[in-house]
């Protein structure tokens, strides 16, 4: 199947986010206490568990995009939808606008993408 340029920046995007939601995972671990504004340790398993489901998840997604699946465009939608809102919970909870900022302005954009007309009809859901 010939792939649109719309799905391949759509499966360039969740290779993107595969690798920030993988960053934020070591984060919340306290690998990488070197990436924030203070240079401490913060650990958190559930986010971290969290995080790193989101990295699989995205990593299947994003194979289902390179297939060009005909579900990848309504199963995106609603991850995008979902790790905007983990993100806000991760606000809410006392984390930072710094450690999720990439995550929720990649996700954003992806969300913007997906809906335009020529994407949608890439995947035949017209």
Known sequence: MKRPIGVTILTIGAVLLALVNGLIMLRFLGFLPFLGPLNIRIFNLWYALLYGLLTYVWAWLAGMLW???PQAWLFLA?????NLCIDFVVLITGGTWYDINVSVILNSLLLVYLMLPGVRSAFGTD
């Open 67 to 69: 297939n060009v699946n």
């Open 78 to 82: 609603v991850i995008v939808v979902f």
